[in-house]
């Protein structure tokens, strides 16, 4: 693996265990102070921006749609994949609607990092 990819690529990876490990525990510490879709919504948000740089090689100049489509493909897929796992878990279990609260915190996260990205090229 060459230091660009890993350099763009580890800290997605790094993000996605923090996520797995957290999915693994039978009881999240703090879990009942925020609603459970708003946890996933911000935890996929950061997940979606983080794939975003990796997918736009870095740079802001290269956030473009399919940079975007591809990042929100990734995060969505990833919440899917961690639903299954979750189902795994002892008192967790697998919810469509964690994974709609996954999908549109991909999104709004991505919103963001694309406004800002214009906010940016701009100044």
């Known amino acids: 693996m060459s230091t660009p990819i890993l350099r763009l690529w580890a800290p997605v990876a790094l993000y996605m265990a923090v996520l797995f490990a957290l999915s693994s525990q039978s009881v999240l510490p703090g879990a009942s102070l925020t609603p459970d879709w708003m946890q996933h919504g911000v935890a996929y948000a950061g997940l979606a921006v983080v794939t975003l740089r ?14 975007l489509l591809a990042a929100w493909i990734v995060a969505t897929l990833y919440g899917v994949s961690d639903e299954f796992h979750q189902s795994f878990v002892p008192t967790r279990s697998a919810d469509p609607r964690d994974v709609s609260a996954d999908a549109i915190g991909a999104a709004l996260g991505l919103l963001a990092a694309w406004a800002w990205g214009i906010i940016r090229r701009s100044s």
């Not at 990796?54 to 940079?67: C, D, E, L, Q």
């Open 54 to 67: 990796a997918t736009a090689g870095g740079h802001w100049s290269g956030i473009h749609s399919r940079a």
